[in-house]
């Protein structure tokens, strides 16, 4: 992956949350409806808002984004352990919010989702949340000269406190990577903080503004040692720093219980990583976002069926900066546009409910024994069973 894409990915993995009302929210839900972000209450948005767990109990969800790749999919509970309205989570290959250099250090491992445990519990008007995620990998190798060993590790730590006005949350990641080949060992070891909150401001029965921000902050180092026959060791160190910032709001049109039309607008979006190394070499690349605008509409067509239908546009200026220890500082900066339809539908059968982003493609080339295409029906699917 690109350092362009890196970027562009770790800011949708912030702004591309969650939509729905709270007993069925999914992924492939908000997908559908354009990706109006932070900006309406909703269940799977528990690993920024933890507190909110206590809203969405009972509830099984299976998140099923790729076609038939297991690695993929992430299973979920939402579970009632108390009388005073206390909920426990488990969440199983749920994905790793953050881009982790495995690759770029090892060869034969893979860090890209977790296993976590949430935990909320109500206090008077007040919800409070607790999660841990672990992921691990490892790989071991002996030619009979030099062993080859690779492990790599995830600690996430989520935070929050909630109420009928406003949702507060803070992370904490703690990746580590490592590599040893004889002699030589490779690593990365990093610290990330952040903090992201909404405040729901109620306008008229109808009407709802809500201004949400994120700020997060990731610190690591990469190192290179080398140890050679005399016993003398040779390290380099190189600094590698990530910043994201989000300022946005939206307006909430509860047309009826069962209509509801969103504008969400991120007003400015910024995103940074910078690698600096020893000798004060230091290359930047900043991708800032002024504005990205998202609108999505659902509404129940009948008891059973209900319609969404989604559209977002992001306007990007993407910038390199090259700072050498001698030399001139360079700069080149380009801007991009990006335009995304989406459309689907959920289906409501006693306690289970099936969300589908439907491919829309269909409706221009009709089925396969009229087009000979072979085309999906659908992009991405969700379900959830209520208890």
Known sequence: ????????????????????????????????????????????????????????????????????????????????????????????????PIPLPVSDITNNLELENTATIYYAMKSGDMNYGFGLSYAHDGWKADDGDDEDIETANYFGIHGGVSSDLYD??????????????????????????????????????????????????????????????????????????????????????????????????????????????????????????LPAIYLGVESRILSWLTGRVGASQSYYTFKTINEPDEGDKTETANQDTDFHFSFGFGINVGSFILDASFNEGLLFDGPNFLSGTSNNMTNKISLVYLF
Request: aromatic share 10%; charged share 20%; with cysteine.
């Open 1 to 96: 992956m690109g350092r362009k894409s890196v970027v562009l990915l770790l800011a949708v993995v912030f702004t591309f949350c969650l939509l729905s009302t709270p007993s069925y929210a999914t992924e492939t839900r908000v997908s559908s409806m354009g990706g109006v972000g932070l900006f309406i209450r909703d269940n799977s948005n528990i690993s920024f808002f933890p507190a909110t767990l206590v809203d969405y109990s009972d509830q099984v969800i299976a998140e099923l984004r790729v076609k038939n790749q297991d690695d993929h999919y992430t299973v979920g509970g939402h579970l009632p352990i108390s009388n005073n309205g206390a909920v426990l989570g488990i969440y199983l290959n749920r994905p790793i």
């Open 168 to 289: 507060v949350g803070v992370m904490l990641d703690l990746p580590s990577i490592k590599r040893e080949v004889g002699e030589t060992e490779r690593t990365f070891s990093g610290t990330g903080i952040g903090v992201v909150g909404r405040y729901f401001m109620q306008q008229t029965d109808i009407i709802e503004f809500v201004p949400v921000g994120l700020f997060y902050t990731l610190s690591g180092t990469s190192e290179y040692t080398f140890t050679m026959g005399t016993g003398e060791s040779n390290k380099s160190e190189t600094d590698i720093s990530h910043m994201e910032l989000l300022l946005g709001g939206s307006v909430n049109y509860h047309i009826t219980d069962n209509n509801i039309a969103v504008l969400g607008i991120e007003a400015f979006g910024l995103s940074t990583e910078t690698e600096e190394d020893e000798d004060g070499n230091k290359y930047t690349t900043q991708t800032t976002t």
